[in-house]
């Protein structure tokens, strides 16, 4: 009986040096840990973040410089739907194509039905949702005329139900999931290639000081009850930026339209309700 052939060998090049990415929300986060691991895959990188943060975007651009990669800043106020389409443009004049955007910036206001009011909720929508959309309607014309293009939407757990006090952010994380299959689905045989992650909770910066404004002690990583973190603890954002990077290489090139949990536990069936003030 004749033997099997031979497995093929797994490419580690993941097909992404010369690549142009703009990475929205990189100034900080999530956003931060993928734009460093793209830089560090041969990606040319766009960091983006909103004006205030122009200082810290300048320095990880640097950063990244001083490792060898090549990034770029551009800030902009996603909430001002004007802003999206300039974004873009921006991208392609310095670098003159643009490959991959990787929709990751996000406002994460608390608060339950009680004080979701329609300013509260617009404002969410139009960062969460509406920019995503129209960064890719301005970007996908570029990609389309380049043989196609690949998206990211960084979505969140939540979309399926979240926390009460995350209402209006849960709400758009689900609007962001339809967005994703929908496009997927409208597009591929153009080119285009659209898939999502949805992270669990994860350890940023924001986040941890998010927590101690919350009245958690300032040691609170470290004491997250095992129901909510099985492993002991929460991702970290670099660990994030893995798998992101996955779904953005060669290697994933036939993948289109996932929309994939990045968390310890199932998330259908499991009680969404966090306990012990976290």
């Not at 990669?69 to 991208?91: F, K, R, T, W, Y």
């Not at 969140?156 to 994703?180: D, F, H, M, Q, R």
Request: with cysteine; hydrophobic share 45%.
């Amino acid at each position: 009986m004749p033997s099997d052939p031979p497995a093929p060998a797994i490419a580690t090049d993941l097909g992404l040096r010369g690549k142009v990415a703009l990475v929205t929300g990189s100034a900080s986060g999530i956003g931060e840990a993928i734009a460093r691991r793209l830089a560090s895959e041969g990606a040319r990188v766009v960091i983006h973040g909103h004006p205030r943060q122009r200082e810290e975007a300048d320095a990880i651009a640097q950063s990244i410089g001083h490792a060898g990669g090549q990034a770029v800043v551009n800030v902009a106020d996603l909430e001002d739907a004007s802003a999206c389409a300039p974004l873009i443009e921006a991208a392609i004049a310095r670098f003159g194509q643009l490959d991959i955007l990787v929709n990751n910036a996000a406002v994460i206001p608390r608060g339950a039905l009680e004080a979701t009011d329609a300013a509260f909720f617009d404002r969410t929508i139009a960062v969460n949702v509406r920019a995503p959309l129209l960064l890719i309607r301005a970007a996908w014309p570029h990609m389309r005329a380049r043989g196609g293009g690949r998206v990211l939407n960084i979505g969140s757990v939540n979309a399926y139900c979240g926390e009460p006090v995350l209402l209006a952010y849960s709400i758009s994380k689900g609007g962001l999931t339809t967005l994703t299959r929908n496009l997927a689905d409208a597009h591929a045989r153009e080119g285009l290639r659209i898939n999502q992650i949805n992270p669990g909770w994860v350890l940023t910066d924001n986040e941890y000081r998010t927590k101690v404004a919350e009245g958690l002690s300032a040691n609170w990583p470290a004491q997250i009850p095992r129901e909510l973190a099985p492993s002991g603890r929460i991702f970290r954002p670099e660990e994030i930026a893995h798998f992101a990077v996955q779904f953005l290489s060669q290697q994933a090139e036939l993948v289109n339209g996932a929309v994939v949990e990045v968390e310890q536990f199932p998330v259908i069936g499991r009680n969404p309700n966090k306990a012990s003030g976290f």
